[in-house]
Structure formats: C-alpha cells, structure tokens
C-alpha cells in the first residue's frame, strides 16, 4: 500500500521532471549524456503506463477494503491519500489561489517545494478522469501560473534542491523573469492538458476546447478536485480507455510523435496569450 504509493509519487516527480525539460527548454543530455527531444517524447507513454499499473494496484486494494467494509488505514496508501496528496499540493478549487498555498505544499519523494507544483499536474494524470479536469483546468492552470510566479519571486530559495525541476524553476527565479517562468508554467500545462485530452477524452490537440469553455460547468461554477475518488464521473470509461491506449506498442509510438508534434506548435507561440488559446483557455 504505502510503498506502493511511494513509487507512484517518485514516478510522478520523474515523469513531471522531463515534461519539465520540455517546458524550459532544457538539455536531455545533461545529466545523463544521451538522449534528446523525440526520445524521450517516447519515454513519456512508458512512464505514463507504469503509472497506470501502480494506480490500479491501489484501486484494487480500495475495492478489497470496500468488500471487507472496512475504511483504509491511515498512512496505507489508498487512492483517498493520494487523492489528499494531490489536493494539498495544488487546491484546484480556489478562485484565487494564494501563492503560500500553491508553492509551499511538499508531497514524499517530490522534492522541494519549487517542484510540487509540475508533480501536482502529472498526479492529475492518475488521480482525475476527464470530466474532473476539464472542469477544474481553468482554474488548475490559475493555480500554476500563480505557483510558478511565486516561485521566480522566491528565486534562489529553491537553488539548494535537487531535482532538475527545482533547478530549472530556480535559474529563472533568478532573474526574476516571472514573464518566463510563466511561459514555461504555460508550456508544461499544455503537455498534460494533451495528454489528459489524448488519453481521456479520446481527441487530439486539433480539437481543443473553446477558450474558456470545458466540457462541464465546472469552471463557472468554481467546481476544483473532489473530495474522494469518483470513478464514475465519466462512465468508467476512461480508465480502461487509458489503459488499452496505452497497452498498444504502435499508438504509444504514434502519441510520442503527436506529443512532440503538439509541442512544437505550443513552443512556436509568440507570447501566453496565444498558448493559452492553443490550448483552449484564457488567461
């Protein structure tokens, strides 16, 4: 159970960490001395599927908690801690959020906090179905912006950390350059609002939402993460369309493709108003 959720969160971090990379326009080579943008667009499937193993792990053991009647002990693990995991990193449900409440919040094995917030938007990856982001990305990409914010006023506060993630928020912290930090902010939500649509909903980035619009009443309605798991939100369809998505060897390699293709477009955009309409919202 708990180591369980352990590995889930360090996958999390590695998986927040290249998308990362993308983002802020960092060298794949630099730690490791090899690879580079296609490469590990590919990876990104293959960390997305061992997610979904570890995901579903804990999903079963809620199911065997629920036959047994029993509710799950503290610190076992369960989907309802990660749930709590993800909440406390990123309160998607504030109109406004703080910047104490977006940049101070750490998961386990997340690193510092500079990185909590990239770690909170790939857990959505796991934690919420399709209709549950799009009712809450509006407000989840306000949370990012104001977190990423924070975080380039905060600067060198973060320079002693070890993940590549804080290293890169923390450069351009450095200069104070909140305008760029936003930008990265804005690219890296862009990758996982694709990956939500492309692997949830089943449409690619030629068909983003309307700005402003979700395919709920969410946004209008301040609607942010619930409060427990709520599998059904989309018919449970999406977990299993996720999983076959991602159990099929030619469409992983197609979404790598399509993810770099995506990317691309999203890094070719001459300012944040222009990528946030990419990707369907407003700033």
């Known amino acids: 159970g708990s180591s369980v959720l352990q590995r889930l969160l360090l996958l999390s971090a590695d998986l927040a960490s290249v998308l990362y990379r993308f983002a802020a326009r960092q060298s794949f080579s630099v730690d490791c001395g090899g690879g ?70 750490q998961a386990p094995g997340a690193g510092a906090a500079a990185g909590a917030w990239p770690v909170a938007l790939v857990l959505s990856l796991w934690c919420l179905s399709w209709q ?45 350059d909140a305008e760029s930090a936003q930008a990265v902010a804005l690219r890296l939500f ?27 009443s969410g946004d209008a309605a301040g609607g942010g993460v619930a409060a427990s798991p709520s599998p059904g939100a989309d018919g449970g369809d999406w977990v299993q369309r996720m999983r076959s998505k991602l159990q099929d060897v030619p469409e992983i390699c197609e979404a790598g493709a399509q993810l770099l293709s995506f990317f691309s477009r999203l890094d070719a955009c001459s300012s944040p108003e222009t990528m946030a309409s990419l990707i369907g919202l407003t700033l």
């Open 36 to 105: 580079g943008r296609e490469s590990n667009a590919n990876l990104v499937p293959v960390l997305l599927q061992l997610g979904c193993y570890l995901h579903q792990h804990l999903q079963q053991q809620q199911q065997q908690d629920e036959q047994r009647q029993t509710a799950p002990a503290a610190g076992s693990g369960g989907l309802q801690e990660l749930r709590a995991i993800l909440q406390k990193q990123m309160p998607l449900g504030s109109a406004a959020p703080s910047s104490s409440s977006t940049s101070g919040a």
């Open 132 to 176: 549950e982001w799009s009712d809450c990305r509006q407000q989840a990409l306000r949370a990012v912006l104001a977190a990423a914010t924070a975080n380039a006023a905060a600067g060198s506060s973060s320079s002693g950390t070890s993940t590549s993630t804080a290293r890169g928020q923390a450069a351009a912290g450095s200069s104070g």
């Open 190 to 216: 862009g990758l996982v609002d694709w990956l939500q649509r492309y692997y949830k909903a089943g449409q690619g980035p030629a068909a983003p939402l309307a700005r402003g619009t979700t395919a709920g």
